[in-house]
């Protein structure tokens, strides 16, 4: 027991020097940037930090405050939860189903596609940690690799390179080189980008249904009644018929893994 909360003090101190890594290095720019985030995210110093009482638990509040972050911008979260507003809003329900509803299922999402990540993360760095075969600084290190490699096969390389370009860094040969500060928001646009081009084609069969009920409407000269009104439920069948919600989720867990 000794042995997990430990872990998760050094789980939080990363959040606290993750945050407090572009303050610190705020006034210098280009590669000195990079090098003062990854100074404040060494194993090592993360290490030291956690020996302090009180900085554990300041790391355990602050810890608490960025996990929401963390959830939005490295996992599929963000991409699962637009995709999922996006399809209610191309079917015109204004709030069915309800954002709890909506929340919590891509909640549930992220964590069966981030499965593979989170045991991949148990095996290298959890299990051998509390089995004492390594050190906190040797199992934060180790549990880098495979959130990094979930990360960057959802990451569009332009956007990597963009923020690359943005702080002056040079192309990295390999992933490992690849800071963490620059991942993440490449990783949090790319995200959106997809989840966008996803909700594009949602609305395509949808639009056409509306254009359709439109020019029916138009043409019996009923130009008082809302298109909205009658396309609804035309709109319901057809979701319905192509079981809508079993392919979206399908696509979300396909391109996520």
Aim: avoid cysteine; charge should be positive; hydrophobic fraction near 60%.
């Amino acid at each position: 027991m000794r042995g997990r909360w430990r872990l998760a003090l050094a789980g939080t101190a990363a959040g606290v020097a993750l945050a407090a890594a572009p303050a610190a290095a705020a006034t210098a720019p280009g590669p000195a940037v990079a090098s003062a985030a990854a100074q404040a995210l060494s194993p090592r110093t993360l290490q030291t930090l956690l020996a302090s009482p009180e900085i554990a638990l300041m790391a355990i509040v602050a810890g608490v405050v960025l996990l929401p972050g963390m959830l939005l911008l490295m996992t599929s979260f963000t991409r699962i939860v637009v995709v999922l507003s996006l399809a209610r809003t191309a079917v015109g329900t204004a709030q069915t189903p309800p954002n709890q509803v909506i929340v919590a299922l891509a909640l549930v999402l992220t964590l069966f596609t981030m499965a593979p990540t989170l045991a991949a993360v148990n095996r290298v760095a959890i299990a051998p940690y509390l089995a004492g075969h390594i050190d906190i600084a040797h199992a934060l290190a180790a549990a880098e690799g495979p959130v990094k490699a979930f990360m960057a096969a959802g990451t569009r390389q332009q956007d990597l390179l963009t923020l690359l370009r943005a702080t002056g860094q040079p192309r990295p040969a390999t992933l490992a080189q690849v800071p963490l500060l620059t991942l993440i928001p490449a990783f949090a646009i790319s995200q959106l980008t997809l989840a966008f081009q996803m909700g594009f084609l949602l609305f395509l069969p949808f639009l056409l249904i509306d254009f359709l009920v439109a020019s029916v409407l138009m043409s019996l000269g009923m130009m008082m009644l809302p298109p909205t009104v009658v396309s609804l439920p035309f709109k319901l069948l057809l979701f319905v018929l192509v079981n809508g919600w079993g392919l979206i989720v399908g696509s979300l867990v396909a391109t996520a893994r």
